[in-house]
């Protein structure tokens, strides 16, 4: 398995390793539940550094990424980010990605670990580079995130609204930082030179506010915000229509898969993904069988406990008639009984907070 530049640092935290799409990567430190709960109370700190990461440097090289992905990319301003996917030719989805507009003529794109190479072949071109080798991301979230970040000396965060990211400095070295996040409470994204990776690490673990928190932790967070996972909630057997990506899809711009993800629209989704609630701590599962009055209708593909709401919680795959907020269903072998809700499940997360300069 690959390892991070952080590997090393995981011994001294006492870290479960799991493998992630061929990564080695900490499943848990203290455990899921205590990382869980100090990432919505104070900050939770992660590893990302398996991501990749691009950047796309001219008018061109970001026109010809437009031309990938449903978004619109290049009306997007210096200093925000944006939600986007890339299709292939089906409609179906290759992979979710950020892009972040550092300047009018600088593009900066996280994608995730999984299809990276391929990424990389569809990305080559004049004007692109491929930083992930060289790249470390360490995610901070949490509601003390922001404090943390100023009382180790990284001042330039201090600005930065949701959905926003600039270039920083942090002891003479240059990284990047977002404001973006995959938990639902405020925090940051921390793109820093491998080289310089460790040294960041030990100063965000040694601060009082901060617990290293691994994968699983990471997973009952977005669960909780109902956010989909690359490789389990979406891939490439999936449309953004069917995945709830509507609201991100500018039908005014030429994408591959269009003409298909136009059909899907005019004639109806067969599917949605939608967000199921336990009436207990009994957790959904990846791959449970979801039945309507006992018969079988859709398909878990992400379910656990969620620790903030103290029920199982999970996504699933049903048709649009069953996926309105209070439909009663069952999931798995045990006839689980659960309901739809809106997203998200749980809702008070800091993500949105403001700050006065």
Known sequence: MRRTPLFDEYAACGAKITDFHGWSLPIQFSGIIAEHQHTRRRAGLFD????????????????????????????????RCRYT?????????????????????ELYLVTNAGPLKRLAALLGG??????????AKLDLQGPASRQVLLDIGLRDIASLGYWTGRRCAWKGKEL????????????????????????????????????PCGLGARDTLRMEMCYPL????????????EAGMDRFIAW?????????????????CARRLT????????????????????????????????????????????????????TRLTVGPRAVPVTTAEAPVYRHGTCRMRFEE
Request: with cysteine; charged share 20%; glycine share 12%.
């Open 176 to 211: 990047i930082a977002t404001r973006a996040g995959y938990t639902g409470e405020l925090g940051y994204e921390l793109f820093t030179p491998a080289e310089h990776a460790s040294a960041l690490w030990r100063a965000l673990i040694a601060h009082p506010a901060v617990l």
């Open 252 to 268: 005014e711009s030429e994408f591959p898969g269009k003409a298909a993800l136009l059909a899907q629209r005019d004639g109806g």
């Open 230 to 241: 690359y490789g389990q909630d979406i891939t490439e057997d999936t449309t953004p229509l």
């Open 85 to 105: 996917a890339i299709l292939n030719d089906r409609g179906s989805i290759v992979d979710d990605c950020v892009g972040l507009r550092l300047a009018a003529d």
């Open 275 to 326: 967000p199921i609630v336990s009436d207990t701590r009994q957790a959904p599962r990846h791959g449970f069988e979801v039945r309507h009055n006992g018969e079988p209708v859709g398909v878990v593909t992400s379910g656990g406990f969620g620790p903030s709401v103290e029920r199982g919680i999970g996504l699933a795959y049903v048709p649009p008639a069953f996926a309105a907020p209070g």
């Open 48 to 79: 990302c550094s398996h991501m990749g990461e691009f950047i796309l440097r001219g008018d061109a090289a970001i026109r010809a990424f437009d031309r990938m992905v449903i978004s619109d990319m290049v009306s997007l301003k210096p200093g």
């Open 126 to 135: 004049p004007g692109v580079e491929n930083v992930s080798d060289a790249t």
